[in-house]
């Protein structure tokens, strides 16, 4: 390879470069991590190589230096670390991986990318570098910007494929991120979290051997953030820990079909990708046309795991998410109070009820639509009708917003619309609107009858959102819209792409989901969205670009939610993960238990009130507001794990607020034994260790429920620091720990918050 001088060009520095400008170097500097390109010339043309990516030095001509050996070489030849890693050339060699492979209307498969411009910009602190690639040969142009936003410790990349000929070029893979990193390391550990129904955020750790490509997706095409999360980190050299470790980051943001790996060569390179699955063939991309690859979000930490998830939920919340720093309210969901049996006295009961429990909105989830032989009585039909089930609700949605407007509460209303029923007035008049195979039985979901609407078709969409819009219209003071989506592709064909284009189907449905979301939020902005997905299946970045929320779980067992919401906390913002206290099913666990992990959330309530006793409800009523008193630091504040339920029999974790005046602990007690009363003393983190903290345990039991049966706790203070006592610096409290008791009942809990005074 022919190197020419090197120059450090910033991008701070105000000018825009445009090629040719050969060895020229470029970073993105966050306040921790940096990314270090050069641009120099390979095999006859101009590309762009990712140097590092790691902990931010000041003297980037000093990384640079120390760049491994520019390429990594194996038994199949070498590889060079290109930012953008393609199957074609690279660099002079064969790539038989990478992110992106194609095939021209002659049968060529490779690609051989020419960089033809490289544009910085730095604008409001915010850092953007935009690389503009052309095929040699091929019309084939690409773009690839890699973005920093001022402030944050995540980059984010995305890639748009322009076909600039008249033939049409198919995508075989079609990944957003795809780099190549030579020797970071010799031992790597991919974490990732897999799920199914009821089961989300289950995390699994695999060693990446040498020769190894691990690799995580899904292939729902609707609910994919089951199976596996759209997510993972990647555990540089030793194994991490919350604390330490170099670690990588990955979320895609996309709702669709997926798939991310890391594939480690022979000589320790390793490449991370991270895309679109288009599982169901080529993606055909016709001549004049171009097609955006779904954002890639990827964070570096050098102080493991928990620096990851810090970075991930900041920039949710001030840069990603819709109104990321508006604080959430409190609601009583009635789904797992009444399902579907439900009258407009039975939810005015309900709503009364949940006065008396102090939340700040009333949310009907599903069952309130559909007319005649199609009124959504039970789930074997009226999906995709939306229009009032007269039988149940005479006055119509804006009867029940104004029963909870009298009592103070908001209002807000369960759809599901991607989804119908064979069952409907819709797909009885348009049968050509569900995805479905020419020559095959259609396969039909839960009910038996239900089928998955095909938003490949604009006219779909348009009906569709026809009948929301009016929905959402007819009730003025509208505050919240849960969007649900409970089916998988049953049936791999789109009516309405044609037979040349049968594989776009998995990109285009997601893009008509996005479409329609996008309609609500620009014509509702200050709706609140919940993204829901029979439970967890849109807990992803793609749904939170439009969303405030995600339903985390149908799974609403407290001991199951401590798992729930540890996976979930990976990666999403507390102030995003819907979690509600509801009767049990199941399992018994104490009403203090179910709230004290539903506060660790967005607290709400999904029951028939009146089914709790009334200690309850008055542990129930106290919970609520002092989550409403401290939401800011819960739903705000930065996230500290601390001990982990995959290696106690207790968890804990807390939330700090960004003076780092006010935290809240959580520490949950799962299968404690005989004698064990007291825990190793908790280090807290996160705090100032100059200042000085007072303590308050919250939710405590009401004095009646000293002796209960299920939990037998003595009326002592459960942590030596008690309320009342003298306060004591942050530092002692890391480092020495606070020393607190848990009981051996099973699911035995305590929440603490800790102030700072002056
Ligand atoms: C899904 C959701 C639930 C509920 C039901 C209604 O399962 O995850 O919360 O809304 O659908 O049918």
Request: aromatic share 10%; net charge neutral; hydrophobic share 40%.
């Amino acid at each position: 390879m022919k190197m020419k001088k090197s120059v450090i060009v910033s991008v701070f520095a105000a000018a825009s470069l445009a090629f040719p400008a050969y060895s020229e170097v470029y970073r993105l500097v966050s306040g921790k991590s940096m990314m270090l390109f050069e641009t120099a010339e390979a095999a006859g043309a101009p590309r762009l190589f990712l140097r590092q990516f790691g902990a931010r030095v000041e003297d980037a001509q000093s990384a640079l230096r120390l760049a491994w050996n520019r390429e990594s070489s194996s038994s199949l030849g070498m590889e060079a670390p290109l930012a953008y890693s393609v199957l074609g050339d690279s660099a002079g060699n064969l790539n038989r991986f990478g992110g992106l492979a194609v095939e021209f209307a002659d049968g060529c498969r490779t690609l051989d990318l020419a960089v033809t411009g490289v544009e910085n910009r730095s604008t409001g602190g915010n850092q953007e570098l935009v690389v503009s690639y052309a095929d040699r040969h091929y019309p084939l142009q690409v773009v690839q910007t890699f973005r920093l936003r001022k402030g944050s410790e995540v980059f984010e990349t995305s890639v748009t494929i322009r076909n600039t000929g008249r033939d049409a070029v198919r995508l075989r893979t079609m990944d957003s991120l795809a780099v190549f990193l030579p020797l970071v390391g010799d031992r790597f550990r991919l974490q990732s979290a897999a799920a199914q129904w009821a089961s989300e955020g289950q995390l699994g750790t695999s060693e990446i051997v040498r020769g190894q490509t691990v690799s995580i997706g899904s292939r729902s095409g609707v609910r994919d953030a089951w199976m596996n999360n759209p997510s993972f980190m990647l555990e540089i050299g030793a194994p991490a820990t919350e604390t330490d470790g170099e670690v990588i980051g990955v979320a895609l943001a996309w709702t669709g079909a997926w798939h991310a790996g890391v594939r480690r060569s022979q000589t320790d390179s390793i490449e991370i990708c991270a895309g679109v699955d288009n599982f169901a063939g080529d993606y055909v991309l016709d001549g004049g046309r171009s097609i955006d690859l779904p954002t890639a979000l990827f964070s570096h930490s050098t102080e493991g795991r928990g620096e990851i998830s810090r970075a991930f939920h900041r920039f949710a919340r001030l840069h990603w998410l819709p109104a990321g720093t508006k604080e959430r309210p409190t609601l009583l969901n009635n789904w797992e109070g009444t399902y579907m049996a439900f009258t407009e006295p039975l939810l005015n009961e309900i709503m009364d009820g949940a006065v008396k429990a102090g939340v700040e909105m009333f949310v009907l989830d599903d069952g309130w639509f559909g007319r005649g032989e199609f009124a959504r009585d039970d789930d074997h039909r009226g999906l995709g009708d939306w229009c009032i089930n007269e039988k149940k609700l005479p006055h119509g949605l804006v009867g029940v917003a104004n029963e909870a407007a009298k009592r103070g509460l908001r209002f807000g209303f369960w759809v599901e619309p991607e989804m119908a029923n064979t069952r409907s007035e819709l797909v009885t008049a348009h049968p050509e609107w569900v995805l479905r195979e020419k020559n095959r039985e259609l396969r039909q979901g839960r009910g038996g009858t239900q089928v998955v609407l095909d938003f490949t078709n604009p006219d779909v969409r348009d009906a569709i959102w026809k009948q929301l819009d009016a929905a959402y219209a007819s009730v003025p003071s509208l505050a919240y819209v849960k969007w649900d989506a409970n089916a998988d592709f049953m049936n791999l064909g789109s009516p309405y792409l044609d037979a040349a284009h049968q594989g776009n189907l998995v990109y285009e449905y997601t893009m008509g989901y996005y479409d329609v979301l996008n309609r609500q939020r620009t014509k509702y902005p200050k709706v609140d969205l919940q993204a829901c997905a029979s439970g967890g299946g849109h807990m992803d970045y793609g749904s939170l670009r439009y969303a405030d929320e995600f339903w985390t779980s149908d799974d609403t067992d407290a001991r199951e939610r401590v798992m729930i919401q540890w996976g979930a906390s990976q990666f999403y913002p507390a102030c995003a993960m819907a979690s509600h206290v509801t009767i049990c099913w199941g399992r018994k666990t104490p009403m203090k238990f179910r709230c004290d992990v539903a506060s660790s959330g967005r607290l709400g309530l999904e029951m028939q009130p009146k089914k709790m006793t009334a200690d309850e409800l008055a542990l129930v009523k106290n919970a609520l507001a002092e989550y409403r008193r401290l939401r800011p630091v819960i739903q705000q504040g930065d996230l500290y794990r601390l001990v982990s339920p995959y290696e106690r029999d207790y968890a804990s974790l807390m939330y700090v607020d960004e003076a780092k005046r006010n935290a809240v602990v959580f520490v949950y007690g799962l299968s404690r034994r005989m004698q064990q009363n007291y825990v190793p003393p908790l280090h807290l983190q996160g705090l100032d260790p100059a200042k000085k903290y007072r303590l308050r345990e919250l939710n405590t039991w009401p004095k009646s429920w000293a002796h209960s049966k299920l939990l037998k706790r003595p009326d002592a203070y459960r942590a030596e620091m008690a309320d009342g006592v003298a306060p004591v610096s942050g530092e002692a409290l890391m480092k020495f720990g606070l020393p607190i008791w848990l009981g051996t009942d099973d699911y035995d809990s305590a929440v603490f918050e800790l102030f700072c005074e002056d």
